[in-house]
């Protein structure tokens, strides 16, 4: 079955371990969300699966085939893509040609760039700052920006790590649909990490959970809710 697979994997740093042998699986046309405790080990288990970290052990598949040594360049080129929790932006370019940029590194032509940057840039309501360099937005504009350019290669999935940090609470519920359309209107599938628990809860089809590197729940999300170790471990007992 196609899919976005980690199986077993592994890492460490200096010792410490980051990973311990963790299984997950992205789907297309759905929402998965990923959550934990900081230093649960979301941010290291999306790095794995994106090239820009290699697992000590396991392996990750991209539509049945192995991709766990592949460079990030390939994996995108293979309908991967990923935002970040800190910009990666081209600062002194406009939002534009961020968005541009992204298009055209997967083989996009320069006139199917333009258009994929407008379409883009007008779902995520930052179609009046297209001509703005990227440097002087927000930091809730420079996340939507991220997402702009993760969709502008027209991928099969997409991890956002934590997509909804520096969104006002009136931003996020618009968010939200923005995840959902890249669902259901970009055919793709979606891992989210992301600290805003009303949005996880309320976008994902289904939820893993990680607690010092080891994956101790997943399911529907209601089921994660009143996981009794989730409780312990992130939401707090009062929310099982």
């Not at 002194?92 to 961020?98: A, C, I, P, Q």
């Not at 923005?178 to 669902?183: A, E, I």
Request: glycine share 12%.
């Amino acid at each position: 079955m196609d899919g976005l697979r980690a199986s077993g994997v592994a890492r460490a740093f200096e010792g410490v371990a980051a990973l311990q042998g963790v299984d997950l699986e992205v789907r297309r046309h759905e929402v998965v969300g990923l959550i934990g405790p900081n230093g649960a080990g979301k941010t290291t288990l999306v790095n794995c699966m994106t090239g820009f970290d290699l697992p000590d052990a396991g392996r990750i598949d991209l539509d049945q085939r192995e991709i766990t040594g592949w460079p990030v360049a390939r994996r995108a080129r293979a309908g991967l893509a990923r935002t970040f929790q800190h910009g990666h932006l081209f600062k002194g370019l406009s939002v534009r040609e961020n968005v541009e940029v992204a298009a055209l590194g997967v083989g996009r032509s320069a006139r199917a760039a333009r258009r994929r940057a407008r379409e883009l840039l007008a779902l995520l309501g930052l179609a009046e700052r297209g001509e703005h360099e990227a440097g002087s937005l927000a930091h809730g504009d420079e996340m939507k920006l991220g997402v702009a350019r993760a969709l502008a290669t027209e991928p099969r999935y997409v991890l956002m790590d934590e997509p909804a940090a520096g969104l006002s609470d009136a931003e996020v519920p618009a968010f939200a649909d923005v995840l959902r359309s890249v669902r259901d209107d970009h055919d793709a599938g979606v891992l989210v990490i992301d600290h805003n628990m009303a949005l996880v809860m309320n976008v994902s089809d289904r939820l893993y959970v990680l607690d010092d590197g080891k994956l101790i729940a997943q399911g529907a999300p209601d089921a994660v809710r009143r996981d009794v170790q989730v409780a312990a471990a992130y939401l707090g007992a009062g929310h099982a």
